[in-house]
């Protein structure tokens, strides 16, 4: 396999994750440039894998010397960022969620199409972890039975610094909203969300929180609670993505563009219900 040069657009825990996961993991991927509005942080997380460090990710995305993006920016800039690599034949592996709304998932889903030039893969490592994959299996097979609650807990030792309402939702428990639906082979139908009151602790943050989902089979809610840090799994997803770049697959089918859009309608009705908005909404 030819290498594949990556340029990793966000400078921060989850694009320093990315540099240091394809330089040290993933065969047949050099990392070759870091952008970050910061920088020194570019620099910083460059250096690792010898890369070069740019504040301009519109700069690198149009760079010829990159043949695939990587999207680890802010949340706000995913949707537009996704856009700019498509329109430019790049391959990109978007970190979640794909972008703020479903309005604008929805945009990325049609320029990806339109364009024709390579996948969209997004940061939903648990589909790729062969754990999982085994666990899929075995639901799917009733070795076990047929599932009635599925109980998913995440935690960590501390939140993540700044960790927001907002962020449980669209940067933890949307790995949820993913997984659930895609284990027991049936779509989210029913959404609630429950926290207690803030504390002196930690502050734009109700922990715990959790979320019940209820799927259309009627028989398998979900509960959830917050936060989680830790970010494991990473290069079965990259593995993932280099293998629909070297074979010109356009999205992967462990996961699909069509059930990125479904993810982000659970992502929208749980904070409709816990009162966030996302900017500039």
């Known amino acids: ?151 998913c807990v995440s935690r960590g030792v501390a939140s993540a610094p700044g960790c927001t309402d907002e962020f449980s939702v669209t940067g933890s428990a949307i790995h949820e909203f993913d997984t659930v639906p895609w284990l027991l082979g049936s779509p989210v139908t029913e959404v609630s969300w429950h926290a207690p009151r803030t504390t002196s602790t930690v502050t734009g943050l109700r922990d715990p929180q959790l979320m019940l989902l209820r799927t259309a089979d009627g028989g398998t809610p979900l509960a959830y609670t917050e936060p989680r840090t830790a970010h494991d799994a990473l290069h079965f997803e990259a593995a993932e993505t280099a293998r629909c770049i070297t074979t010109g697959q356009l999205q992967s089918p462990l996961r699909t563009l069509d059930e990125s859009i479904n993810t982000l309608r659970v992502m929208d009705d749980i904070r409709a219900l816990c009162g966030i908005t996302f900017p500039p909404q």
């Open 1 to 151: 396999m030819s290498t594949v040069r990556i340029g990793v657009i966000g400078a921060g825990n989850m694009g320093a994750d990315h540099v240091n996961t394809l330089h040290r993991w993933v065969s047949g991927a050099e990392v070759v440039s870091v952008a970050d509005v910061d920088g020194e942080r570019a620099a910083s997380v460059a250096a690792v894998a010898g890369a070069r460090a740019t504040g301009d990710a519109h700069a690198l995305i149009a760079d010829p010397d990159v043949d695939a993006d990587v999207i680890a920016s802010h949340d706000t800039t995913h949707a537009d960022l996704a856009v700019a690599a498509v329109g430019a034949g790049k391959p990109v592996m978007c970190e979640k969620p794909l972008a703020p709304t479903t309005q604008d998932c929805v945009r990325v889903v049609r320029e990806e199409r339109r364009a024709g030039t390579g996948p969209i893969s997004l940061g939903f490592m648990r589909r790729f972890d062969p754990a999982y994959v085994d666990l899929k299996a075995a639901v799917a097979e009733g070795t076990y039975g047929a599932p009635l609650l599925l109980r």
